[in-house]
């Protein structure tokens, strides 16, 4: 690495989308995923795919009782 970099022609916001998909780490107990990572394998569907169905349900109902 160099002790010094010039931005002097550098563009601020040039790579910036404020529409960009973020992706989160979200941190599974073990036995949590485990349990989940079976579910999802019996239903032929991928494991981020069953937890985004549950959590939507788990908002619904959240939402319906506001």
Do not use: C, H, Q, T
Not at 35 to 50: M, P, T, W
Not at 55 to 64: C, F, G, M, R, V
Request: cysteine-free.
């Amino acid at each position: 690495m160099r002790d010094e970099y010039d931005f002097s022609k550098g563009e601020r916001g040039k790579f910036f989308n404020p529409n960009a998909k973020k992706n989160l780490p979200v941190y599974l107990d073990a036995e949590v995923l485990d349990y989940f990572a079976e579910k999802a394998k019996a239903k032929g569907v991928e494991l981020n795919a069953l937890v985004n169905d549950l959590l939507k349900k788990d908002i619904a109902l959240i939402e319906e009782v506001k």
